[in-house]
């Protein structure tokens, strides 16, 4: 706080110093913005920084002993201090405090740090991280513009040479040429400008189209159309994609964050769940589960886990088991994968069960195939078993018939013989009993 405050003093008092040497160019006349109170003020609060700081130094010192002055920026405070100090005294003219002071504001990073964590700063932390793994990128970027822009600097420099020194042209045209491309430095000044502003190719480029030759302006087309539009927007999505990534990170380090808060939180919640339960194993019924959520703690962790009462109900009876009961880790489990994103292993494991299931859904389909096949052989065979039956049926019932016919036919033969024996009998009865 007492550095943001000492920067805050910093950029009054400079814009204080500006504000009067206003008089000393002429702008104003002399001793109009000057201002006695405005300088007391200045060496008054000078002064309590030049002191706090010098007695959080002292505090330092003590607390930290030999080890803290092996850090070279330990050693630029104390030299920052001792200059504040004799900037207050008077004695501190041969040194630029100022800026000494302006290097001491790099502990305000420290605060820029603190300020990233915070949920709001997410954009800040985002481009922060993405200028400073983008290093890589804007090395290679810059060196391969520079050469870009050496090699055109030079062909320009060299193809305008005998125009700077034809007196027969215009002097300001020669000026002209001199300003943007005199010498090897102005010319890579030149083409660094056309490149980072591709508007200002006319501004530099167009009286030499005009008045020099008219053979240029494939030059500047070809320059402003191959690097300034087509080559600078390239770097340009490089650094976007890298940007992207970063997000995409970042977003990734705070679900990670967010999970583990939610998984602590659950790990606090355990005693409650498991005297809830009405038997040893830690297993809850829905009818528990409904009056266990119904607990302050219980809806706390549900706003952690961002998900409501009914929907948690839902995912109990989703998650639990054919006996209706689960266990606190069960549910975890089945609701980090159910709300999060799923891993690549998730998807392999799935895959795999998914390959496992069609194979046993073919094998159940071959079976059922084969079952079929010898139903319908059964069934062919029982209709052939059956057309044996029928024929040998017919075949009985017509042998039995004819056995019978030849019995009747027998039997009636043996009747009409027994009948004439006895007529014979009874006739030669007849004449004896005469």
Known sequence: MVILLNALLILVE??????????????????????????????????????????????????????WLKRPMNWLDIVIVGGSILDVVGAGAFMNLTFLRLVRLSKLTRLLKVALMAAFCEPLR????????????????????????????????????????????????????YTYYGTTSRSILTMFQVTMA??????????????????????????????????????????????????VMDESDCRN???????????????????????????????????????????????????????????????????GLITLDEFLCGFFRLTHTSKQIDMVVLQHESSRIA??????????????????????LISSLHSEVQELKGILKSSLHSEVVESVQQFHSEVQELKRVTSQAEVQKSPQMG
């Open 198 to 247: 591709p508007g200002s190719w006319s501004v530099v480029g167009r009286r030499i189209i005009e008045e020099v030759n008219p053979a240029f302006a494939w030059f500047y087309i070809a320059y402003v159309g191959g690097v300034s539009f087509a080559v600078v927007r390239i770097i340009t999505a490089l650094f976007l994609r890298k940007t992207l990534s970063i997000a």
């Open 257 to 323: 964050e967010k999970v583990k808060k939610q998984r602590r939180v659950s790990e606090e919640i355990r005693d409650s769940w498991e005297e809830s339960c009405e038997g040893p194993d830690g297993r809850l019924g829905l009818p528990q589960f409904q009056r266990f959520i119904l607990h302050k703690e219980a809806q706390k962790w549900l706003e952690i886990l961002e998900v409501d009462r009914q929907d948690a109900c839902s995912m109990f009876e989703l998650l639990s088991d054919t006996s």
């Open 14 to 67: 400079l814009e204080y110093n500006g504000r009067k040497s206003r008089a000393t160019i002429g702008l104003e006349a002399p001793g109009s913005n000057y201002s006695p109170e405005l300088e007391t003020m200045f060496y008054v609060f000078n002064v309590i920084f030049a002191a706090a700081f010098a007695i959080e130094l002292i505090f330092r010192l003590a607390a930290f002993g030999c080890p």
């Open 126 to 177: 985002i481009l922060i991280k993405s200028i400073s793994t983008s290093f890589g990128y804007l090395f290679w970027s810059l060196g391969f513009l520079t050469i870009v822009q050496i090699i055109s600097a030079l062909f320009m420099t060299q193809l305008l040479a005998s125009a700077l020194n034809d007196e027969s042209l215009d002097l300001d045209l020669r000026l002209f040429i």
């Open 359 to 380: 194979k046993l859904i073919d094998q159940l389909h071959a079976e059922t195939q084969h079952a079929h096949n010898e139903s319908n052989m059964m069934s062919t």
